[in-house]
């Protein structure tokens, strides 16, 4: 495997479920992000971690849990999510050496929320 | 705060003919500034990117993306157009003391005629 992959690629679920969203990035990189894409709107940051510590929470609600184990791995746990929730979920990688870094993204996990 | 707009949601362009999509943004210094691609079902992608220097930008696909500062642009181009060009085009501006975070376009989606 190369690059930055995610699992599933999709995903359905109940409101009163319980799920979780695996990133797994190949490139050495010390810094991962997760993202929503929804229709009609942009790309929205959801949490950032450096060194395998959180350095960003963009008023995600709580129902949205992120864990980051290492620097290779990255998770997004979720639980009593709402239909708005549906979205596709990205998940990205780059260096976190202090510059500046393009990100590096994943395929994404397409959520539908029923 | 910095922000980005893309003013074009949709464009239809010709195979063969030429294509400019419009990036607007705000921030009140000098940004680093990338535009990405998303086929569907596909993450993101990165065409090219501006941190400094030459502000006429090569990218990979035959992109090019020209910084003008005055206007607060960074527009994409392409002279020819090819059908595989079909995608959602996303610009994308970081702030120099905001770390390694993207503030992302709306994204205009790009469809070629053959």
């Known amino acids: 495997e190369t690059g930055v992959t995610q699992t599933p690629r999709h995903l359905v679920m109940g409101m009163t479920n319980k799920k979780s969203l695996k990133c797994e990035q190949h490139?050495?990189?010390?810094?991962m992000y997760w993202y929503k894409q929804s229709a009609k709107k942009p790309l929205e940051l959801m949490f950032v971690y450096n060194f395998k510590e959180q350095t960003e929470n963009n008023s995600v609600p709580s129902r949205f849990s992120p864990e980051c184990p290492n620097s290779s791995h990255l998770f997004l746990h979720l639980h009593t999510l709402q239909p708005e929730d549906s979205a596709l979920y990205l998940c990205a990688s780059s260096q976190g050496d202090g510059n500046y870094n393009e990100q590096f993204f994943g395929p994404g996990t397409r959520l539908t929320v029923l | 705060a910095q922000s980005v707009t893309q003013p074009d949601i949709h464009i239809t362009v010709s195979e063969g003919a030429s294509l400019e999509l419009r990036c607007n943004y705000s921030?009140?210094?000098?940004?680093?500034l990338f535009w990405y691609v998303q086929s569907p079902g596909q993450g993101l992608q990165l065409l090219l990117k501006?941190?400094?220097?030459?502000?006429l930008v090569q990218g990979i696909k035959g992109f090019e993306a020209e910084f003008k500062r005055s206007q607060s642009s960074f527009n994409l181009r392409k002279p020819s157009v090819h059908w595989s060009d079909a995608a959602e085009y996303f610009c994308a501006v970081g702030a120099r003391n905001a770390g390694n975070m993207l503030t992302f376009g709306g994204g205009t989606r790009l469809m070629v005629k053959p």
């Open positions: 501006y941190f400094s220097g030459d502000t």
């Open positions: 490139l050495g990189h010390n810094a």
């Open positions: 921030y009140g210094a000098t940004p680093y």
